[in-house]
């Protein structure tokens, strides 16, 4: 039987959701936790981890220098000026307390990735502003330890080994072990933080909605009962990129093809808005180039991948149906996503959906491409052809158009340039580029039959649209109060950033210092 009563109730077991019962208990605070799924750790567990903090004490350990005044003029520039620039001042000087906060309190260690922010010609843009966590080796109660959400697509190892290989032994050793990397790690060492620290936790217990007296919010209302909470509320739910009707209100046109896992059903942003809540930022989402693979799937949906290393190295090309390239196929993933919403007035259609990557035998026996290894044979879902001509008509798009994109990318590829989209010519697109490939490590030819497509669907990793809230987590009306003793991080509150993604890790980031903030913030409410 579950305890009718905590200081705090955190909905959401994500990375926000944690951080916050950890940042409270710290505080000698009683959390309670409650996840609607049977497993802890939400989109956060399947993520890549990384935590995007400027001037992070990891990054200036590792010899990276950064400036404050820097990270504002990137972010100020990031955001289009559409941000309150005190919610950005706080981020920026609350980030770093929080990583040094997480290394106190937890058995999680970081490890700044040597990796350019995603604008890096921007003023104000650095490398090593990164972080990712350490391989971390689990201390748990064994009940606590299977109730871990971990990705199945991604092995124990970090986005830096991924990208350059490690040895199998190595991954082997770290499977025995049960190691966790990447997003996992993250979750595992909170999660093991908190229950240390008395956070109790409560699985298969959806919300129903809150409870109030008067305009104050008192508690939850679950499958189980009531529980009240003494001192504040915390939303961490997750997007609502599950929520066909929510989707369709606010992503108009928009076809939803999420890699979160489906409990993502924006429960918190309607309990906020039953409330009184304003909203903001509802038509953005952290977009991605992704793909499925036909029978995949995750807790009983389909299952969806980000498409990203394939679309920047040299051999394949992205086109719409006029057979046509229409981003820069090595921009980071959200940016490139949001191409695939541009409209088109005269044809009054989505011209760049649906999408293809296209690449040639060359590529498929050298790179790994939507999981489909070079040594394995191409799968039926993999279209293939014998000429670009027959592979257009295969596809549905202009044989004319393809061809002539291909031919035309053909010449920069030995010329090493693109005029087109300036493909290759930053430090950020040559990351996932083949260092070993020239003029240009991502440009190359498309001319050893046959030729193969895989569709490319317009993705996200969340939507970050939500709930209005003061630069303490307080939930806030139009008018600009606050809902007495209501709080949200993560993606059911709007990003600070708006449309934009800073660099490797920028949703976790300010979502994870907001979460640290809130349960300062309900702790400092008690003592007032």
């Not at 595992?188 to 109790?200: D, E, N, P, T, Y």
């Not at 009240?228 to 915390?234: F, Y």
């Not at 996932?432 to 039959?449: E, Q």
């Amino acid at each position: 039987m579950q305890p009718s009563e905590y200081d705090v109730v955190v909905l959401g077991s994500g990375g926000a959701g944690l951080l916050t019962a950890l940042s409270a208990a710290i505080q000698g605070l009683s959390v309670g936790v409650f996840e609607k799924s049977h497993l802890i750790g939400g989109t956060t567990a399947i993520s890549g981890g990384g935590i995007w903090i400027p001037k992070n004490h990891v990054m200036q350990k590792s010899g990276f220098e950064d400036l404050e005044t820097d990270g504002i003029e990137y972010l100020t520039r990031l955001t289009l000026g559409e941000i309150d620039k005190s919610l950005l001042v706080d981020f920026l000087k609350t980030g770093p307390e929080m990583l040094l906060f997480l290394e106190k309190h937890s058995e999680l260690r970081f490890f700044s990735v040597d990796r350019p922010d995603y604008h890096p010609g921007w003023p104000g843009a650095r490398s090593g502003r990164s972080v990712e966590p350490l391989p971390f080796a689990p201390a748990m109660d064994e009940t606590l330890f299977q109730t871990l959400r971990s990705s199945h697509l991604r092995q124990p190892v970090t986005s830096s080994e991924s990208r350059k290989g490690l040895p199998s032994e190595i991954i082997e050793d770290r499977q025995k072990r049960r190691m966790r990397t990447q997003g996992a790690a993250l979750v595992a060492g909170l999660a093991q933080a908190c229950a240390k620290h008395g956070v109790q936790f409560h699985l298969n217990e959806a919300a129903a909605g809150l409870s109030f007296d008067g305009e104050r919010c008192l508690g939850v209302e679950t499958v189980s009962g009531s529980t009240s909470a003494r001192l504040g509320v915390v939303l961490s739910t997750g997007g609502f990129e599950w929520n066909s009707s929510l989707v369709s209100a606010y992503l108009p046109g928009f076809s939803s093809a999420p890699t979160t896992p489906p409990g993502n059903e924006g429960d918190g942003l309607r309990f906020g808005i039953r409330a009184g809540a304003a909203v903001a930022n509802m038509t953005e989402a952290w977009w991605t180039a992704a793909y499925r693979i036909p029978g995949d799937a995750l807790d009983g949906e389909p299952l969806t991948r980000n498409m990203v290393r394939e679309l920047a190295l040299p051999g394949s090309i992205m086109v719409n149906r006029k057979g046509e390239r229409f981003v820069n196929e090595a921009s980071s993933y959200n940016d490139l996503g949001m191409a695939f919403n541009a409209f088109d007035p005269g044809s009054f259609s989505y011209p760049n959906r649906p999408a293809w990557l296209i690449f040639d035998d060359a590529f498929k026996s050298r790179y790994p491409v939507a999981s489909v290894s070079p040594q394995q044979t191409a799968p039926e879902w993999m279209i293939s052809a014998g000429s670009v001509a027959e592979l257009a008509q295969k596809l549905g798009v202009s044989v004319e158009g393809l061809t002539a994109t291909v031919e035309r990318f053909n010449q920069y590829a030995r010329e090493g340039h693109d005029p087109d989209f300036a493909r290759g010519e930053d430090v950020h697109g040559l990351y996932y580029g083949d260092s070993g490939h020239a003029p240009n490590p991502c440009l190359g030819k498309l001319d050893v039959a046959p030729l193969y497509a895989v569709e490319v669907l317009p993705g996200n990793n969340g939507t970050k649209g939500g709930l209005k809230t003061k630069s303490r987590g307080s939930v806030v009306r139009d008018d600009g109060s606050a809902i007495e003793g209501l709080f949200a991080c993560g993606n059911v509150a709007a990003s600070i950033f708006g449309k934009g993604y800073p660099g490797h890790g920028g949703s976790l980031g300010p979502i994870l210092t907001a979460a640290y903030i809130v349960g300062l913030e309900i702790s400092a409410n008690q003592r007032r």
